[in-house]
């Protein structure tokens, strides 16, 4: 549906998007992920015909976006980053004025607008000019706008940003209803919402792909996967610390002290066995005073911080 | 092509739309009805003069035209950029003449609605006496197309920088180069410095020396062409400009 080929964007000297290639497909909800400044909201400018490539190019349900922009655009619903609209119109005049430009004339109008004021649930607000609206309000009319003319490829940055939960989640749920039938791509800074609604997550960085798969291949590239958290009582720590580092399947133990225990986090050798067998047979073995034993939740962060290379800093003071 | 004149209609209705939905359409009338008249009585000294034509009245046209004209087009493009909104108007599929046309056009219409409320004056001189009327639809018709080439000039200007003062004073600049140009003080400073051929281009380009010619009661192909060459001119480069910013 859309087809991002070998992307550069060169703003002087600085290159914001370095090589992007990515084929999202109808049916696909692509979470395009990284740190600010990674380029995401350039490559989603360039995806959607605002800016042009310094290299590459952009193909949109065939339609090539530097030989036939009207057409490909026209395939295109887009919600630009902070959903800018013009705030002294109200929403209906807004998305009436989007309609019109896409074409819609009379009882098509209507019905098109009618629908999507219907799925963002906008109608309470309708008539009041948008600058007077609460900033959860003026990011569902830009998605009301987006989605105006049922487009097969929606490309949205940060739709949920700002949003309250109850917001958040209704957004969640629209994405989710609309993904069978479009391709989408959306943007985020908050991990779990890749979780929520992506079927697939692409982390960037410095204008890279340094990372491409479905939510859960991503965090099993977390070191934190299938990694063990043992808590022991002061009177065996020392024995079981002997113990745990010598143990055949661990291949790091980080250690915690607390006021009467010590907290052990042991990293498996290998992410895809399950360490916390072998680990709760052998504290009942040695009867040692076990205060915890769980396993590390596995965090979509910390996955991302460690193949962000622009936040290096954070990532090593973690391993400390 | 349906495509181009559904966003250039689209574009219009807002932004026509757009002057009357903020008091600004209605003070920028009455301050230029009261302006006009206010230069047309007490400067140029209307009654006095005893004649019954608008010369007068339309002399101080340029003059006036060169604050109010900037003042309605300095938010066509300064504003979508300093919003964001620049990126909604240019993922539409329409074409970017499309905006340029229908932002250009808003405003026009804008002002051509201001001069034509100052229809009482025509009024006042047919009352008071027998004025050559064919003079005066010549010189509303030179007004017009005056004040377009000022609202080029402003909405050009205003593709140019994000910030609506700028674009409001740097409209003004250029259009006073453009009502002076034809002024004997600045020619004859013109003739010590420069070539002859440039004093008459310079002579050639001046908004005032056209419209007086066509106040004369003749409009002439020549002036036609000038404000229609020059309003095409300054929309091409506006459109330069906002295509510039995919560049990035």
Known sequence: MIELNGLVKRFGSLTAVDGISL??????????????????????????????????????????????????????????????????????????????????RGDQRKSAVATAVSRTQLTKVLDQPIQTLSKGFQRRVGLAAAILHNPPVLIMDEPTDGLDPNQKFAVRRLIASMAKEKAIIISTHILEEVDAVCTRAVIIDNGKVVADGTPAQLMARSRYHNAVIVEIGNAHAED????????????????????????????????????????????????????????????????????????????????? | MSGHLNGLRAVFLREFHGYFATPLAYVFIVIFLFTTGAFAFYIGNFFDAGRADLAVFFSFHPWLYLFFMPAIAMRLWAEEQKTGTLEILMTLPMGLM???????????????????????????????????????????????????????????????????????????????????????????????????????????????????????????????????????????????????????
């Open chain 2, 98 to 248: 499309s905006a340029v046309l229908g932002k250009f056009l808003a405003a026009w219409l804008f002002a051509a609605i201001a001069l034509g409320l100052t229809f009482p004056i025509w009024i006042t001189v047919n009352v008071l006496g027998d004025p050559d009327n064919g003079v005066i639809v010549a010189s509303y018709i030179g007004s017009f197309l005056m004040a377009g080439g000022y609202l080029a000039i402003g909405a050009c200007l205003s593709a140019a920088t994000s910030n609506q003062v700028i674009a409001f004073v740097t409209g003004v600049f250029v259009a006073f180069i453009f009502t002076v140009s034809g002024s004997a003080l600045v020619l004859e400073f013109a003739a010590v410095v420069l070539p002859q051929t440039m004093v008459t281009t310079i002579a050639g380009m001046s908004f005032t020396t056209h419209f007086q010619a066509i106040m004369s009661g003749v409009i002439d192909l020549r002036d036609l062409v000038f404000f229609i060459t020059l309003i095409a001119a300054w929309l091409g480069l506006n459109a330069i400009l906002v295509d510039l910013k995919r560049v990035g």
């Open chain 1, 23 to 104: 084929h999202v497909e109808k049916g696909e909800v692509l979470g395009f992920l990284g740190p600010n400044g990674a380029g995401k909201s350039t490559t989603m400018k360039m995806a959607t015909g605002y800016l042009t490539p310094s290299e590459g190019s952009v193909r949109v349900c065939g339609h090539d976006m530097a030989s036939a922009p009207l057409e490909a655009r026209a395939a295109i619903g887009y919600l630009p980053e902070g959903a800018p609209a013009y705030g002294e119109m109200t929403p209906h005049q807004f998305l009436i004025f989007n309609a019109r430009a896409r074409g819609f």
């Open chain 1, 240 to 320: 079981a610390a002997s113990v745990l580092r010598t143990l055949a399947g661990v291949d790091r133990v980080s250690e915690a002290r607390e006021a009467a225990s010590r907290r052990f986090t042991l990293f498996p050798t290998d992410a895809s066995e399950l360490l916390i067998e072998n680990i709760s047979t052998l504290v009942r073995e040695k009867q040692w005073d076990v205060r915890g034993l769980y396993a590390e939740e596995v965090r979509m962060d910390e996955v991302f911080r460690t193949l962000t290379t622009s936040d290096a800093t954070a990532a090593e003071g973690d391993q400390a």
